[in-house]
């Protein structure tokens, strides 16, 4: 394994492994032991928190146009053509009520 570069990225309870496949399949291993109801998915074209990411030779491509349509699907699309940091953007609105659970949850 000399020279080799692996890259393992963890957030909270997603795992990306970039690796060779017998790195990816010791690592497999190593996880179904400790964590028994882990599921791994293998594969040049993955997706990892709202990103698709696409691995090539050489190279990786990275998006969130998924994500991004998702978005304006149940947001709507913005059609102002300005900045929405409008001239109040700071002013704090002491009359707003406060979110419901699950728009709290969507906002964050």
């Known amino acids: 394994m000399d020279g080799c570069i692996f890259l393992l990225l963890i957030y909270v309870d997603d795992i990306l492994l970039f690796a ?4 990816i399949k010791r690592m497999e291993r190593v996880f179904i032991r400790e ?7 293998v ?3 993955q997706s990892y928190l709202g990103m698709q990411i696409s691995l090539g030779d050489g190279y990786a491509t990275i998006t969130m146009s998924n994500y991004v349509d998702k ?3 149940k947001y709507g699309e913005v059609t102002d053509k300005t900045t929405p940091g409008k001239k109040g953007v700071f002013l704090v ?6 979110l419901l659970t ?3 949850k969507a906002f964050h």
């Open 20 to 23: 060779d496949l017998d790195e």
């Open 35 to 41: 964590f028994k109801w882990i599921t791994m998915q």
């Open 43 to 45: 594969g040049n074209q």
């Open 71 to 73: 978005l304006l699907k």
């Open 93 to 98: 609105d002491e009359q707003a009520r406060e």
């Open 102 to 104: 699950d728009e709290r």
